[in-house]
């Protein structure tokens, strides 16, 4: 090889391990800033990518939504909440204030659900992010179940579900699912009957007022 | 017509026969599986709702100074009717009679505890060296219902809510030696002990403080017939227990003070009664099913 040659490719490696350092600092910059939006960044309600500003009413309504105490599981199979949003210092907050549950029923054939319904209402909602998710944390959950069936041991009983849910929302299908991962993962729980319960429901969401048929997200 | 008298006097007696074991034979149920348990719940009396199987599993009775600790199972069993509007239901007594058990707790200190030799009068301490040479220094204690099971209160609701009076019972305490008699009591039907048990957090006056009970967790059993709670700690450690009597047979004017002085003060915020059950509940509706098909 020719010291012209050599000098060439010299250039050319110099180059490269420049480009390659610049590379690897622009990701460590990229990733840091993406941390570092995870760790604070307060999500806010958002209707075509701007941040809302007011109120607005938003419907739920889960195609099916069912809760499991072991060994018997009531599902409804329409399961609908209206949420009042708005952002309070750059953080979504909302309030619970209806939702009404059709057509209720139990894995069982001796127990069947009589009136079922929300109760305290409204419950307080917020915004969170965890680990680069967003979810929406219900407070203050309070629903009634009165079962009835001449066989079954719940029997003339009202089973009170309380405590708190969060549900991870996706930005790309515009809903909320609340299981038990995204409850652990927001440290809420629901009980009912002394003890901890399962929870499971994926809620499709769209604005109902001014913002009907904008893309809702949470960012 | 002597023959027609004794024919029909025959049949009579064959036709009550019959009867007699057509009644033993609905009374001994068969029942099956999950529902085995539910054996002695009047499930026959339509006022009845629900059946109960509970077991105290472990736990201990504070009296006074005493300690007994609960180690063999005591069973709590029959039925309970609708809640009233202070979600308290009337109870009702297992079929065979035994709604609690009779089951006697080993009184650790056994004779000697109780009746130290120190405080012993003349003639108490010549009884008791004939108890002692013979071995009869063991004493157990055993909880008896005072009343009848329908002074029982039971309140499902608070039982699972965790909140006021799940269980309510008049109680008295059988203490058990040859040299005490058999009539040795603290409570009594006119002067019962009463214990209000919550899975919740007890009120005590001091020198108590406040205990924690436990709802349980509970698992539904055949498609929800049958609820089963493991884990359940119903507490309370605010009662009294009134003054030992009829201890020592006919020296009990003798005996009485000193069993009483041995407890100490047993008024209450002395006293705590701590029981850790498996509670087994079923619809009555089911258990009757369970018994028509099994028949």
Redesign the interface.
């Known amino acids: 090889m020719s010291e012209r040659a050599h000098k060439e490719m010299m250039r050319k490696m110099n180059r490269k391990a420049t480009y390659a350092f610049g590379l690897a600092a622009l990701v460590v910059l990229l990733f840091g800033a993406t941390l570092a939006s995870s760790a604070s960044a307060a999500p806010a309600w958002k209707f075509e990518g701007k941040a809302l500003e007011g109120t607005e009413t938003i419907l739920g309504g889960a195609e099916k939504s069912a809760m499991t105490?072991?060994?018997?599981t009531t599902t409804c199979d329409n399961f609908l909440y209206e949420l009042s949003i708005s952002n309070s210092s750059g953080t979504g907050q909302g309030k619970l204030t209806g939702m009404p549950l059709f057509n209720c029923y139990?894995?069982?054939?001796?127990?069947f659900v009589g009136p079922i319904g929300a109760e305290a209402l409204p419950w307080n909602s917020h915004l969170t992010t965890v680990e680069s998710t967003p979810y929406v944390v219900f407070e203050g959950v309070k629903v009634g179940i009165y079962y009835e069936?001449?066989?079954?041991?719940?029997?003339?009983?009202l089973v009170?579900v309380t405590g708190s849910a969060g549900g991870s929302i996706n930005n790309t299908t515009e809903s909320a699912t609340f299981n038990s991962t995204t409850l652990k993962t927001t440290a809420t729980e629901l009980k009912a009957?002394?003890?901890k319960i399962e929870w499971t429901g994926v809620f499709p969401t769209e604005a109902f007022q001014t913002h009907r048929l904008q893309p809702l997200s949470v960012s | 017509m002597h023959m027609h008298r004794r024919r029909v006097a025959c049949t009579a007696l064959i036709a009550v026969a019959l009867a007699a074991l057509g009644f033993a034979g609905t009374a001994a149920a068969k029942l099956t599986g999950n529902y085995a348990k539910f054996a002695q719940c009047p499930y026959t009396n339509l006022e009845v709702?629900?059946c109960i199987y509970a077991i105290t599993e472990s736990g201990e009775v504070v009296l006074g100074s005493k300690k007994v600790p609960i180690e063999k199972p005591v069973t709590i069993q029959g039925g309970y009717g609708?809640a009233n509007e202070e979600s308290f239901s009337t109870f009702f007594a297992a079929t065979n009679g035994i709604t609690l058990s009779k089951t006697p707790q080993n009184v650790p200190g056994g004779l000697l505890g109780i009746v130290p030799e120190a405080k012993q009068p003349w003639l108490v301490k010549q009884l008791i060296k004939f108890f002692f040479e013979n071995s009869l220094t063991g004493l157990n204690s055993t909880l008896e219902l005072a009343k009848p099971a329908s002074e029982i209160k039971i309140s499902?609701k608070h039982?699972?809510?965790?909140i006021g009076i799940a269980l309510e019972m008049p109680l008295k305490i059988h203490l058990e030696n040859p040299f005490l008699g058999n009539n040795c009591y603290v409570g009594s039907s006119s002067s019962p002990i009463i214990w209000k048990l919550t899975?919740g957090k007890t009120s005590p006056p001091p020198p108590n403080t406040s205990i924690q009970g436990f709802?349980?967790?509970?698992?539904?059993?055949?498609?929800?017939?049958?609820?089963e709670t493991k884990g359940t700690k119903l507490v309370d450690n605010a009662w009294s227990a009134p003054a030992a009597t009829g201890c020592g047979g006919i020296i009990a004017f003798l005996v009485n003070p000193i069993v009483n002085s041995s407890l100490g003060t047993t008024t209450a915020g002395h006293n705590t009664a701590i029981l850790n059950n498996t509670l087994n509940?079923?619809?009555r509706?089911?258990v009757a099913?369970n018994n028509e098909e099994n028949p």
């Not at chain 2, 039982?159 to 965790?162: C, F, I, N, R």
């Not at chain 2, 709802?215 to 609820?227: C, D, P, W």
């Open positions: 105490i072991p060994g018997l139990t894995n069982s054939s001796a127990c069936g001449e066989e079954c041991v719940l029997d003339e009983t009170t009957l002394g003890q | 709702k629900k609708k499902e039982l699972a809510e965790e899975t709802g349980g967790t509970a698992e539904f059993l055949e498609e929800g017939r049958i609820v509940v079923a619809s509706a089911a099913k």
